[in-house]
């Protein structure tokens, strides 16, 4: 098409947001010429230039008020005809809509596999992620850290000593855990064999029966949690 390339850009970033480092350097140098030294911003398909709408029709309007085009080549648009905007609508609203359902099916997948009791994420201090031999991920107690974290429980619910001491003595018996961690490692039900299902919605949050070992008593836990 009689177009002179002055510069080839290679991106291996997601196009979800225009921060990155090639995109910011591109207009680092358009600000400073003002647009002056190109035409156009040519790209394979508007996915490949913003899977973001708002973010991309701000960017095309930065674009054009340089005076500078941007082009998809396997799904080129005269933005001068009107009409063309509604086409521009739907090629930069369905990279969008893809990633929302892909993110919407992470969020249901988990849910799911909370709801049959599976652990989720990294395992908390005295249990370890581990796979069996069918390729399912689950946590099992991991010794020495199950038995500090037993002994903090205990010491809890006896209620002598306060959460700070209890957990500066755990930690001198061995124990890996920050104080902050430790505050919300003491309030999970994760240790009495539970999952917690949050709130989502209008379904309330609630507990279900874990597949992993339970570490302390029910009663253990809840007498922690009224000392508390």
């Known amino acids: 098409n009689d177009i002179e390339v002055k510069k080839i850009i290679f991106e291996d970033y997601s196009a979800k947001t225009f921060n990155r480092p090639q995109w910011t350097k591109l207009l680092a140098e358009l600000k400073k010429t003002r647009g002056k030294d190109f035409d156009y911003v040519l790209f394979t398909k508007w996915d490949r230039f913003s899977r973001n709408t708002a973010d991309a029709y701000g960017m095309i309007r930065l674009l054009t008020d340089y005076q500078i085009d941007p082009i998809a080549i396997d799904q080129p648009l ?5 009409e063309s905007k509604t086409i521009l609508a739907v090629y930069l609203s369905m990279p969008e809509v893809e990633n929302d359902r892909r993110a919407l099916n992470v969020v249901y997948g988990m849910r799911r596999a ?6 989720m994420g990294l395992a908390p201090v005295g ?3 581990k ?3 069918n390729g399912k991920k689950y946590i099992a107690l991991h010794e020495p850290q199950a038995s500090h974290m037993k002994w903090a429980f205990e010491q809890l619910a006896i209620g002598l ?3 700070e001491h209890v ?3 755990a930690l001198e018996r061995g124990l890996k855990c920050s104080r902050n961690g430790f505050w919300s490692l003491i309030s999970n039900p994760c240790y009495i064999g539970k999952i917690t299902i949050p ?3 209008d379904e309330e949050a609630y507990l279900v029966d874990g597949q992993h070992e339970a570490l302390i008593s029910e ?3 809840y007498r922690v949690q009224e000392v508390l």
Do not use: H, I, Q
């Open 78 to 82: 005269d933005l001068s005809v009107p």
């Open 114 to 119: 909370k709801k049959e009791g599976r652990w």
């Open 127 to 129: 249990y370890k992620n």
């Open 131 to 133: 796979t069996a031999e």
């Open 161 to 163: 000593l306060a959460t």
């Open 167 to 169: 957990w500066m003595k």
């Open 199 to 201: 709130k989502f919605k």
């Open 219 to 221: 009663s253990t836990f």
